[in-house]
């Protein structure tokens, strides 16, 4: 057994008999006794990290001194400042890398953010009717105004008219406030009965500016779907037929990029409207500078 | 029978007509004032005591419209009972 072999088992040792030939196996105790005697000799760290397997005197054992350079670099490991400076700098350089690139992610979801109101619903859609003066009218036709659409049938009995007039109320006094930036609009859900001349008859008792529109089942049902409307009228129904369509009786809110904004009922008054439509075109008009 | 058979029911009914949508309307209340003058909920249960009123209204308004506007009205009546009796519950609870 050598020396150097014992002098690392020294705390393992430490209860047992020291071996007259192991001379430097100590307990920690003297160790500590024997740094602080070698002070004004030795560096004092040596003492202070290894509490109990001591530096062997060099006088007595030439040979350790070398030996215990080694085992310092072993104790560092891999750890050296190389590789501590590089430890440091790449972490550095994935804080700004990451912190980088939360901005970028902001900046994109920020930039989503404008183009729609947060839990906007996606209601509309492409479509493609008939007016009341005969002539086709499409969703494209719904950009550079806001709108108000109303869908019902003229055989209504009574909460369509009283919808389309408080919405041609609501008109009238937009009109007075900001001219015609707003467009009334009237949707039939009841295509068997509800042709062009009778939209006609219809939306002229109304307002002078409501856009009536009809067109075939499919067309408005597929209208009716992309705006979220229900309604129950049979396919198969005769234009002579006395029957009643059950359907949505809100009116939709549309901007000028033909977005939905807001639905009203038969809870809101003309003012509720007026003031929600206020409120809509300051918002645009502190967004793009223009009203419509 | 069109819809509206009222004074021209040659022509074609029109619930496009506001005069004619109010002309129903006006019959309809003056029909339903008479059922509650005769304490009767449910259109067709009074009896003959208002048959002018709902000969009237029978004339002015589309048969569907008078099957919605006579269900309606018992509905309003369930509903307005329903309200009564929680109003009194709920002064009952309060005391």
């Known amino acids: 057994m050598s020396a150097r072999s014992l002098r690392l088992l020294s705390p393992l040792l430490r209860a047992s008999p020291v071996p007259p030939s192991s001379r430097h196996a100590l307990s920690a105790h003297h160790a500590a006794q024997r740094c602080a005697l070698r002070t004004a000799s030795l560096p004092s760290r040596t003492c202070a990290r290894r509490g109990y397997s001591q530096t062997p005197d060099p006088k007595l054992n030439p040979t350790q001194q070398t030996s215990s350079g080694e085992r310092d670099r072993a104790a560092i490991g891999v750890f050296t400042p190389k590789a501590a400076a590089l430890f440091v700098l790449t972490g550095i350089g994935l804080y700004f890398y990451f912190r980088n690139e939360k901005e970028k992610l902001l900046e994109q979801r920020r930039k989503e953010r404008e183009d729609q109101v947060v839990g906007r619903p996606q209601v509309g859609g492409p479509f493609s009717l008939t007016t009341h003066k005969g002539e086709p009218f499409t969703e494209k036709d719904l950009l550079g105004k806001w709108s108000l659409i109303y869908f019902g049938f003229t055989n209504c009995p009574d909460i369509c008219p009283e919808e389309l007039d408080k919405m041609s109320a609501a008109v009238d006094k937009l009109d007075e406030k900001y001219g015609q930036i707003v467009q009334p609009i009237f949707i039939s859900v009841d295509p068997a009965r509800d042709t062009v001349p009778q939209v006609a008859r219809y939306v002229s008792e109304f307002h002078p500016r409501l856009v009536g529109l009809t067109g075939s089942y499919d067309t408005l049902k597929a209208t009716c779907k992309a705006y979220r409307v229900y309604f129950s009228t049979p396919p198969n129904a005769q234009p002579g037929d006395d029957y009643l369509v059950d359907h949505s009786i809100f009116f939709y809110f549309m901007d000028p990029n033909g977005q939905f904004v807001d639905a009203f009922g038969k809870a809101s008054s003309v003012e509720d409207v007026v003031a929600r439509v206020e409120k809509e075109v300051a918002r645009w008009e502190k967004e793009y500078g223009r009203r419509v | ?95």
């Open chain 2, 1 to 95: 029978m069109g819809w509206f058979s009222s004074s021209n029911s040659s022509e074609t009914p029109s619930a496009t007509s506001r005069k004619d949508r109010q002309r129903c309307w006006d019959s309809r209340d003056a029909y339903f004032a008479c059922l509650d003058a005769a304490n009767v909920v449910k259109p067709g249960d009074e009896g003959t005591a208002c048959a002018d009123t709902k000969k009237t209204y029978e004339q002015n308004c589309a048969k569907s419209w008078i099957d919605y506007f006579n269900k309606r009205r018992v509905l309003a009546e369930q509903q307005q009972g329903v309200l009564t009796q929680a109003k009194t519950q709920a002064e009952t609870a309060r005391r």
